[in-house]
Structures are given as C-alpha cells and as structure tokens.
C-alpha cells in the first residue's frame, strides 16, 4: 500500500516585479507534482481553464500534490523579473 501524503495549497500575491506579470496562467512551468489551479482577483476566482492573464496583485493559487514540493512551489511562484543594467547603476 502507497502512503499518500497530503497536498499542500500554495497562494502567493503577484507584485510589480513578478516576472508573471502579463503572461498567461497556462504558461507558468511550475515544479514536478505541482499544479495550478487558478487565481484571485479582487473577490473573483478565475480557474486556469480559462487561462488569465497574469496581472499585478492578482494571487496564484497552486497545489503541491507532493507536499515535499511545497518549498519548491513558492519559491518559483514568487520568481522576480532580473535586473537591468539601467537598474543596476542607479
């Protein structure tokens, strides 16, 4: 018999500098055993089925259905845009 472990829900706010910010929720490559399941923007639940476009304070709502991907998760959903040079030396 499989011991199963129990999934763990991941939610994370989208800032400015999320490099998720205008791409589509289909197209977020998220760890092994993990999924999304959709977003909040301000009181609606958008499910990945209809596959919105990423916008600045929507969360992401996902799930590690192997709770050790958990860590893995957030750190990827909370991935920011890399610095310019312009960026930089100011």
């Given at each position: 018999m499989m011991?199963?472990?129990?999934?763990?829900?991941?939610?994370?706010?989208?800032?400015?500098?999320?490099?998720?910010?205008?791409?589509?929720?289909r197209d977020i490559v998220l760890p092994e055993e993990?999924?999304?399941?959709g977003l909040v923007r301000g009181n609606n639940v958008i499910f990945v089925s209809e596959?919105?476009?990423?916008?600045?304070d929507d969360v992401l709502l996902a799930v590690a259905?192997?709770?050790?991907?958990s860590p893995e998760l957030q750190l990827c959903l909370k991935k920011l845009k890399p610095l310019s040079v312009s960026q930089i030396s100011k």
């Open positions: 011991h199963r472990e129990k999934p763990t829900a991941v939610s994370i706010r989208v800032c400015f500098k999320s490099c998720y910010c205008g791409i589509r929720l993990c999924q999304m399941l596959n919105p476009e990423v916008k600045c259905i192997n709770p050790m991907y």
